[in-house]
Nanobody, 125 residues
Framework: VQLQASGGGLVQAGGSLRLSCAASGLTAGDYAMGWFRQAPGKEREFVSV???????SYAGSVKGRFTMSRDNAKNAVYLQMNHLKFEDTAVYYCAAAPGSSILSALLSARTYSVWGQGTLVTVSS
């Protein structure tokens, strides 16, 4: 079972990036899939989640700028990040949680049982 995150990089403030998370050994469509991020010296924080269907939820700091989607045929989820800010700089992790998890639980990293290795997003000001 593996989640492979990719798509990070260096971008100027105001720019865009698209992160991908490819799943193997599990059917992503059966899981709630989340994105978390961790900035240097800070705790890992919730970014977004897409539940077993297509319902999404976002942290207030990214709402309106980030869009999460899934492609079950490719067994993958994506995070489109627009209007990036310096404070979005972090390592971004994708993770999988049981599909039956309720939304309040999905805001916590403890609910997720499978984690990818992370991809670094650096936003220059």
């Amino acid at each position: 079972v593996q989640l492979q995150a990719s798509g990070g990089g260096l971008v100027q403030a105001g720019g865009s990036l698209r992160l991908s998370c490819a799943a193997s050994g599990l059917t992503a469509g059966d899981y709630a899939m989340g994105w978390f991020r961790q900035a240097p010296g800070k705790e890992r924080e919730f970014v977004s989640v897409i539940r077993r269907g297509v319902t999404t939820s976002y942290a207030g700091s990214v709402k309106g700028r980030f869009t999460m989607s899934r492609d079950n045929a490719k067994n993958a989820v994506y995070l489109q990040m627009n209007h990036l800010k310096f404070e979005d700089t972090a390592v971004y992790y994708c993770a999988a949680a049981p599909g039956s998890s309720i939304l309040s639980a999905l805001l916590s990293a403890r609910t997720y049982s499978v984690w990818g290795q992370g991809t670094l997003v650096t936003v220059s000001s």
